[in-house]
């Protein structure tokens, strides 16, 4: 062995014990470590079975060590520590006796001279040889850490027994003496010589010397009284509860209370006194007023179908005029029940109808105190007047709505149901955007006098005119009546003769045609001459195939519209009329003439 370097064995890494395996010493026998005086002289002779063991750390290591982290366990890349160098003599005298007896097992030492050695500063722990590391030459005589250590007493301190180990260690290890008492700083010993005559100092360092504290549970405090704030606790908690269950009992009899009586106190809000109920005549309150007496509501049933129309009173004999569509149903053999406005009702009689103008008169008996509707005159009709419309929508009688005259003279024609044109109507129209709904039918248009200026009779409907459920769809603004002068006529032939005439001019028209205006047809029917011989037309000089452009100076673009213009005057008015032959434009006059209706 060369001076000052260490030939034992390879140093091994320490391990902690493994769990369930014991090694027991005698209790009168101190805890066996490892002679630290010298290592083998030859390899061979050390043990081959001992496992490198820790350091034991004196007390005031242990100390110092509880109060930092706890050093990092050397990894392979840490530097092997520099050989030791010459140590300096040492007196024999402290070297005649060793700190420890010696080891009989040769395992490596727990400890330095002594639990009452100076702590060293904590340091990193570095790879140990099998019998510890020497210290550098520069620190020897030293604590470890560069600070000169005082001279010890001569006599070593008693080693304690170590009790038993908790957990049973590897074979050829020794678990470490348990924590001891911190004892006073005392002077180190003096090193053990080696076969060169030097003493060496070892590195040491115990990973499990660090004092260990014990397991607490978290609590309260030794001697508190807990179970006095238990119950006083449980006294509040049933308090609370109690008083919550009081004031909910007081809060649900004071809501009850208030919800049958009403409150605490009678409430009274402020109204205003009755009026004397009257209304300006020209307003919508006023005309309706005054027209609703006069309106009633006509329950229409036949053998196949059933209706709803409305109608209005022209006189006290009980005639009442509606539309011809609303009593179409009862037929010959129906039955027709009038509801006047005050609830009395009456059985009615067809007097005379006219499907070419949607027109028919109803008379009931026995009824007194009937209250006629006055009549205006639709001619002086302007476009923004007012009007106020009164029927029976979907059976709602005595309803009432108002709106404006939208437009007048406007050409329509309704029914075609039949499907051979017979109960087609031609009316020049007046039209009104006041809401007229399914049941309006045969009720009177009135204006700002409460005057009838027309009795409605179409609307016109979204799209198909056809509601999901099968019945007709309502309205949207666009309401059609009949003006109150061409009702007036038909209703004084119908209540005279039964039927109504319709001023004509002797042609038949192509209905087919799709150019402007109403063209004259080439034929007839049953293949006679589309202009009747001895005519209207035939006296003016009208041949077939001429296309007539205009009615008394208004423009003309079908044969519904000429129809319309046409059935707006009476038998025997005198009409001008313009007309396309070959491309030429030509005006004649005519007189027109009559025809009964249907």
Do not use: C
């Given at each position: 062995m060369?001076?000052?370097?260490?030939?034992?064995?390879?140093?091994?890494?320490?391990?902690?014990?493994?769990?369930?395996?014991?090694?027991?010493t005698a209790?009168?026998?101190?805890?066996?470590v490892?002679?630290?005086?010298?290592?083998?002289?030859d390899?061979?002779?050390?043990p081959t079975d001992?496992?490198?063991?820790?350091?034991?750390?004196?007390?005031t290591?242990?100390t110092a060590?509880?109060?930092?982290?706890?050093?990092?366990?050397p990894?392979?890349?840490?530097?092997p520590?520099?050989?030791?160098g010459?140590?300096?003599?040492?007196?024999a005298?402290?070297?005649?006796?060793?700190?420890?007896?010696?080891?009989?097992?040769?395992?490596?030492?727990?400890?330095?001279?002594?639990?009452?050695?100076?702590?060293?500063?904590?340091?990193?722990?570095?790879p140990?040889?099998?019998h510890?590391?020497?210290?550098?030459?520069?620190y020897a005589?030293?604590?470890?850490a560069?600070?000169?250590?005082?001279?010890?007493?001569?006599?070593?301190a008693?080693?304690?027994?170590?009790?038993a180990?908790?957990a049973?260690?590897?074979?050829g290890?020794?678990?470490?003496?348990p924590?001891?008492?911190?004892?006073?700083?005392q002077?180190?010993?003096?090193?053990?010589?080696q076969?060169?005559?030097?003493?060496?100092q070892?590195?040491?360092?115990?990973?499990?010397g660090?004092?260990?504290?014990?397991?607490?549970?978290?609590?309260?405090?030794?001697g508190?009284?807990?179970g006095?704030?238990?119950?006083?606790?449980?006294?509040?908690l049933v308090?609370?509860?109690?008083?919550?269950?009081?004031a909910?009992?007081?809060?649900?009899?004071?809501?009850?209370?208030?919800?049958?009586?009403?409150g605490l106190?009678?409430v009274?809000?402020p109204?205003a006194?009755?009026?004397s109920g009257?209304r300006?005549?020209?307003?919508?309150?006023g005309?309706?007023?005054?027209?609703?007496?006069?309106?009633?509501?006509?329950h229409?049933?036949?053998?196949?179908?059933?209706?709803t129309?409305?109608?209005?009173?022209?006189?006290?004999?009980?005639?009442i005029?509606?539309?011809?569509?609303v009593?179409?149903?009862?037929?010959q053999?129906?039955?027709i029940?009038?509801?006047?406005?005050?609830?009395?009702?009456a059985?009615?009689?067809?007097?005379?109808?006219d499907s070419?103008?949607d027109?028919?008169?109803?008379k009931?008996?026995?009824v007194?105190g009937l209250?006629?509707?006055?009549?205006?005159?639709?001619?002086?009709?302007?476009?923004?007047?007012?009007?106020?419309?009164?029927?029976?929508?979907?059976d709602l009688?005595?309803?009432v709505?108002s709106?404006?005259?939208?437009?007048?003279?406007?050409?329509i024609?309704?029914?075609?149901?039949?499907?051979?044109g017979?109960?087609?109507?031609?009316?020049?129209?007046?039209?009104?955007d006041?809401?007229?709904n399914?049941?309006?039918?045969?009720?009177?248009?009135?204006?700002a006098?409460?005057?009838?200026?027309?009795?409605?009779?179409?609307?016109?409907a979204?799209d198909?005119?056809?509601?999901?459920?099968?019945?007709?769809a309502?309205?949207?603004?666009?309401?059609?009546?009949?003006?109150?002068?061409?009702?007036?006529r038909?209703?004084?032939?119908?209540?005279n003769?039964g039927?109504?005439?319709?001023?004509?001019?002797g042609v038949?028209?192509?209905m087919?045609?799709?150019?402007?205006?109403?063209?004259?047809g080439?034929?007839?029917a049953?293949?006679?001459?589309?202009?009747?011989?001895?005519?209207?037309?035939?006296?003016?000089?009208?041949?077939?195939?001429?296309?007539?452009?205009?009615?008394?100076?208004?423009?003309?673009?079908s044969?519904?519209?000429?129809?319309?213009?046409i059935?707006?005057?009476r038998p025997?008015?005198r009409?001008d009329?313009?007309l396309?032959r070959g491309g030429k434009d030509?005006?004649?006059?005519?007189?027109?003439?009559?025809?009964?209706?249907?």
């Amino acid at each position: 062995m060369e001076d000052g370097k260490s030939t034992g064995p390879k140093a091994k890494w320490w391990s902690r014990p493994t769990p369930g395996r014991t090694t027991r010493t005698a209790p009168d026998e101190p805890t066996p470590v490892a002679d630290t005086a010298a290592p083998a002289a030859d390899p061979a002779d050390a043990p081959t079975d001992a496992i490198a063991a820790p350091d034991a750390v004196s007390a005031t290591e242990a100390t110092a060590g509880s109060s930092m982290a706890e050093p990092e366990t050397p990894t392979a890349d840490t530097p092997p520590a520099p050989a030791p160098g010459p140590v300096p003599d040492v007196p024999a005298a402290r070297l005649t006796k060793p700190l420890h007896e010696p080891d009989e097992y040769s395992t490596p030492p727990y400890g330095g001279p002594g639990p009452w050695a100076p702590a060293p500063p904590v340091q990193r722990p570095v790879p140990t040889p099998a019998h510890g590391t020497p210290v550098p030459p520069q620190y020897a005589g030293t604590n470890g850490a560069g600070i000169p250590t005082q001279p010890a007493p001569a006599s070593p301190a008693p080693t304690q027994p170590a009790p038993a180990a908790p957990a049973p260690a590897p074979t050829g290890f020794t678990p470490p003496p348990p924590h001891t008492p911190q004892q006073p700083p005392q002077q180190p010993q003096p090193q053990p010589q080696q076969p060169n005559g030097a003493s060496t100092q070892w590195l040491q360092y115990d990973p499990w010397g660090a004092p260990r504290q014990p397991l607490t549970n978290p609590g309260p405090p030794l001697g508190a009284d807990t179970g006095r704030k238990k119950d006083r606790r449980g006294s509040l908690l049933v308090g609370a509860v109690l008083l919550a269950l009081v004031a909910g009992g007081i809060g649900g009899g004071i809501g009850a209370y208030i919800e049958r009586n009403g409150g605490l106190t009678q409430v009274e809000l402020p109204q205003a006194g009755r009026s004397s109920g009257g209304r300006a005549p020209d307003s919508v309150a006023g005309i309706a007023a005054s027209a609703l007496p006069s309106v009633v509501t006509l329950h229409v049933s036949g053998s196949t179908e059933s209706g709803t129309g409305t109608g209005f009173v022209l006189d006290g004999s009980g005639h009442i005029l509606t539309n011809n569509h609303v009593v179409a149903p009862a037929g010959q053999a129906g039955e027709i029940t009038v509801t006047f406005s005050g609830g009395e009702t009456a059985r009615g009689e067809v007097v005379g109808k006219d499907s070419g103008y949607d027109l028919a008169v109803v008379k009931v008996t026995g009824v007194s105190g009937l209250k006629p509707l006055p009549l205006g005159n639709s001619d002086n009709v302007r476009v923004g007047d007012p009007v106020v419309a009164i029927g029976a929508p979907f059976d709602l009688s005595n309803t009432v709505t108002s709106g404006i005259i939208s437009a007048k003279d406007r050409p329509i024609t309704a029914g075609g149901e039949k499907g051979d044109g017979s109960d087609i109507s031609y009316v020049d129209a007046l039209q009104t955007d006041a809401p007229i709904n399914p049941g309006n039918s045969g009720g009177p248009l009135v204006d700002a006098d409460a005057h009838v200026i027309g009795i409605n009779s179409a609307i016109r409907a979204a799209d198909s005119g056809a509601s999901e459920e099968g019945g007709q769809a309502g309205s949207i603004g666009l309401g059609f009546a009949i003006p109150i002068n061409q009702g007036k006529r038909v209703a004084e032939e119908l209540i005279n003769t039964g039927r109504a005439t319709h001023p004509v001019i002797g042609v038949t028209l192509d209905m087919k045609y799709t150019g402007d205006g109403a063209r004259v047809g080439s034929k007839g029917a049953e293949g006679k001459s589309a202009v009747t011989p001895g005519g209207p037309g035939a006296k003016a000089g009208i041949r077939p195939g001429d296309v007539i452009t205009e009615v008394d100076g208004q423009r003309v673009h079908s044969g519904e519209e000429l129809i319309v213009k046409i059935r707006a005057h009476r038998p025997g008015d005198r009409l001008d009329l313009a007309l396309t032959r070959g491309g030429k434009d030509l005006s004649i006059s005519l007189t027109l003439g009559s025809a009964s209706g249907t």
